[in-house]
């Protein structure tokens, strides 16, 4: 069975450091999410894309984030710089298109930082 | 804009023990309404989806929910539980206004005791 591919599963690193997260989807899935999961909360939507283009990332600190999706495949997640805050799951979901579709999530990066 | 409660935090019932996990959602359009499972360190697998159609929705590991609109509910149930569905569990809803975005509740956290 096809399945979202996330490395690390898990990173630690001091603040101010830069960090990078990398996901995979499904094949053929043209929708990508990136969620934020803080330790007793549900998954906050951090970005999404329909193939390479983004749709939504209201939420994703633009100061120090920043992702990107170039050939509509896999995608990468980046913080520059790392703060204490910004320690949480990192979960990345593709579905097939946006909306009623269900997604298929990854099995997320654990980020501590120190 | 669309929101999610998830009405308990945290839901503890024998095994074999029925149980229910109380979900309401708010949006200004039609909805779809989804639960997620999510075990300790990994992502979230889908338990069942509310498109349209009826309103009883069977998912698997022996899960059902029903969509109330008047109600604004989407309650998860499942007649006879087990030590094995202990986990964590999250309501979705999404919509195909906004790019389809997903809102989740702050999950309810079921443990199951023999």
């Known amino acids: 069975e096809a399945e979202v591919a996330q490395s690390p599963r898990y990173k630690i690193t001091e603040k101010s450091q830069a960090v990078a997260f990398w996901c995979d989807p499904i094949?053929?899935?043209?929708?990508l999410y990136w969620y934020r999961q803080i330790l007793g909360q549900g998954p906050e939507l951090l970005v999404q894309f329909q193939d390479e283009s983004v749709v939504d990332d209201s939420q994703l600190p633009k100061d120090r984030f920043s992702a990107e999706r170039l050939k509509g495949v896999d995608s990468t997640l980046k913080i520059q710089p790392a703060e204490l805050g910004d320690s949480a799951m990192y979960l990345c979901a593709s579905s097939f298109f946006q909306g009623n579709y269900e997604q298929y999530f990854g099995p997320g990066t654990r980020l501590t930082v120190t | 804009a669309q929101s999610v409660t998830q009405l308990d935090s945290q839901v503890p019932v024998f095994e074999e023990a029925p149980v229910e996990l109380r979900c309401n959602y708010s949006?200004?359009?039609?909805?779809?309404l989804f639960w997620y499972v999510q075990y300790p360190n990994q992502g979230l697998q889908l338990l069942l989806k509310?498109?349209?159609?009826?309103?009883l929705v069977k998912g698997i590991n022996g899960f059902e929910a029903e969509f109330n609109k008047s109600q604004t509910s989407f309650h998860l149930r499942k007649p006879s539980v087990h030590i094995s569905d202990t986990a964590e569990y999250f309501c979705a809803v999404s919509d195909n206004t906004n790019a389809g975005k997903s809102t989740f509740g702050d999950g309810t956290t079921l443990t199951v005791k023999p």
């Open positions: 094949s053929g899935h043209a929708t």
């Open positions: 509310y498109l349209s159609g009826s309103t």
């Open positions: 949006s200004s359009v039609s909805v779809y």
